[in-house]
């Protein structure tokens, strides 16, 4: 059975940090491209950031290039997404996802997606 499950949500004051993880079970986590998304309330669900199977690769959304760092561990099938300087806006569901594929497609197509974790932001 596929899983991607998340954590390290939470409520955190402006400017502060939370790391989230993703861990993956099920399928050849080190094959995939994994990729995190977000959707706060009443907005689509829009791309964080994608990294490539080998972790060569990565990719993030304007917003938050400079301030979150996707990363992974093929030993442990696990993602994260360090997410330092966070702001108000930040404050969404955060999932993760998998794709066979590359970082592009798992910024499009994702094969496989978690339930999420909240996190807000206060000020």
């Known amino acids: 059975q596929v899983q991607l499950v998340e954590s390290g949500g939470g409520l955190v004051q402006a400017g502060g940090s939370l790391r989230l993880s993703c861990a993956a079970s099920g399928f050849t986590f080190s094959s995939y491209a994994v990729g995190w998304f977000r959707q706060a309330p009443g907005k689509e669900r829009e791309f964080v950031a994608a990294?490539?199977?080998?972790?060569?690769?990565?990719t993030y959304a304007d917003s938050v290039k400079g301030r979150f760092t996707i990363s992974r561990d093929n030993a442990r099938n696990t993602a994260y997404l360090q997410m330092n300087s966070l702001k108000r806006e930040d404050t969404a569901h955060y999932y993760c996802a998998a794709a066979a594929g590359g970082a592009t497609v798992v910024r499009t197509t994702p094969d496989y997606w978690g339930q999420g974790t909240q996190v807000t932001v206060s000020s």
């Open positions: 990294e490539s199977w080998s972790g060569f690769r990565t």
